[in-house]
């Protein structure tokens, strides 16, 4: 069964989410507990889907419960189907209080923290009125967003030359190493290749700065050193490497945006890794007056910083 022209509007945001749920878990009970359903109404939620499109959208062999060919192949889709829903419904919400503008960005957190929360805050009275939505993005996720008109502009570190792109660098800052103050390597100077590899990692994801770093370290030295964790969040990774779990390689702005008790962070001797930040947009987009203050605080603010 092809799901037909009429049909294409029917999709249900309840459904997507148990499908999502149970591809996470690799289980049907996990969802349930997760949403807070019964399972049996996860399980009529992902029959219904399959029945209005047609496609089988769950395997079970071997290897367990999970996504077929097909459901892999939608799954991008559905993830921003319920994104765009919760947008919808956050923006709803903060029209609802008055707002006259919001203004959607995606930043890496470092970013966010140290240069636009601060000019954001010394335009508050000038645009009292004006929401900031920011996603915490730090991978190529952030081209697809602008590309699409789902955010206004990005602030990234991965571009690729794109028709109907435009990227301007705004700052540039170095690769260090956050380790434990009770690291033995925590009242060096600076850090070599050699050492960074010889210490337990705490490392980030596939496409973020770091992870990516980390990996040039790896192929100089020939060296893949003991993973203790991985994480998605600086915080929690922060607060493992605070124990003494191990260290982790992060842009300059990420050590500073999250400083805590009991860290130490040393810079590379190597200072060839470098993280170039950037504002992307989209040349289609018309940005309003809000939009436009904001960036240009944001160019001034990093030249400051630069000089």
């Given at each position: 069964?092809?799901?037909?022209?009429?049909?294409?509007?029917?999709?249900?945001?309840?459904?997507?989410?148990?499908?999502?749920?149970?591809?996470?878990?690799?289980?049907?009970?996990?969802?349930?507990?997760?949403?807070?359903?019964?399972?049996?109404?996860?399980?009529q939620?992902?029959?219904?889907?399959?029945?209005?499109?047609?496609?089988?959208?769950?395997?079970?062999d071997?290897?367990?419960?999970?996504?077929?060919?097909?459901?892999?192949?939608?799954?991008?889709?559905?993830?921003?189907?319920?994104s765009?829903n919760?947008?919808?419904?956050?923006?709803?919400?903060?029209?609802?209080?008055?707002?006259?503008?919001?203004?959607?960005?995606?930043?890496?957190?470092?970013?966010?923290?140290?240069f636009?929360v601060?000019?954001?805050?010394?335009?508050?009275?000038?645009?009292?009125?004006?929401?900031?939505?920011?996603?915490?993005?730090?991978?190529?996720?952030?081209?697809?967003?602008?590309?699409?008109?789902?955010?206004?502009?990005?602030?990234?570190?991965?571009?690729?030359?794109?028709?109907?792109?435009?990227?301007?660098?705004?700052?540039?800052?170095?690769?260090?190493?956050?380790?434990?103050?009770?690291?033995?390597?925590?009242?060096?100077?600076?850090?070599?290749?050699?050492?960074?590899?010889?210490?337990?990692?705490?490392?980030?994801?596939?496409?973020?700065?770091?992870?990516?770093?980390?990996?040039?370290?790896?192929?100089?030295?020939?060296?893949?050193?003991?993973?203790?964790?991985?994480?998605?969040?600086?915080?929690?990774?922060?607060?493992?490497?605070r124990?003494?779990?191990?260290?982790?390689?992060?842009?300059?702005?990420?050590?500073?945006?999250?400083?805590l008790?009991?860290?130490?962070t040393?810079?590379?001797?190597?200072?060839?890794?470098?993280?170039?930040?950037?504002?992307?947009?989209?040349?289609?987009?018309?940005?309003t007056?809000?939009?436009?203050?904001?960036v240009?605080?944001?160019?001034?603010?990093?030249?400051?910083?630069?000089?």
């Open positions: 069964m092809v799901m037909t022209g009429s049909r294409r509007e029917e999709l249900s945001v309840r459904r997507v989410r148990s499908l999502l749920a149970v591809a996470e878990h690799c289980s049907f009970s996990m969802a349930a507990q997760e949403l807070g359903l019964t399972q049996p109404a996860v399980s939620h992902v029959k219904q889907l399959e029945e209005q499109l047609g496609l089988d959208l769950l395997k079970r071997k290897e367990g419960l999970r996504l077929s060919s097909g459901a892999a192949a939608l799954l991008p889709a559905f993830r921003r189907f319920l765009s919760g947008a919808i419904l956050d923006q709803l919400a903060s029209l609802g209080q008055g707002a006259e503008q919001i203004l959607r960005i995606a930043s890496p957190a470092s970013y966010a923290a140290l636009v601060p000019v954001f805050q010394a335009l508050r009275e000038r645009f009292p009125n004006h929401i900031l939505d920011i996603s915490e993005i730090d991978d190529e996720e952030s081209i697809r967003l602008v590309r699409d008109g789902d955010i206004d502009f990005g602030i990234t570190s991965v571009f690729v030359p794109s028709p109907g792109l435009h990227f301007e660098a705004l700052h540039q800052d170095f690769a260090c190493v956050v380790m434990s103050e009770f690291n033995t390597l925590a009242k060096e100077a600076e850090i070599d290749d050699d050492a960074i590899v010889s210490q337990p990692m705490i490392r980030f994801p596939s496409g973020t700065t770091s992870h990516d770093w980390l990996s040039a370290i790896m192929e100089r030295t020939g060296v893949e050193p003991k993973t203790i964790a991985e994480v998605r969040q600086l915080v929690t990774g922060f607060h493992m490497i124990q003494n779990l191990g260290v982790a390689v992060v842009p300059e702005g990420a050590a500073k945006a999250c400083e008790p009991g860290l130490t040393v810079p590379l001797s190597n200072r060839s890794l470098i993280r170039t930040l950037g504002i992307l947009t989209n040349d289609s987009h018309h940005p007056d809000f939009e436009r203050t904001l240009d605080h944001l160019r001034n603010k990093s030249k400051v910083l630069a000089e």
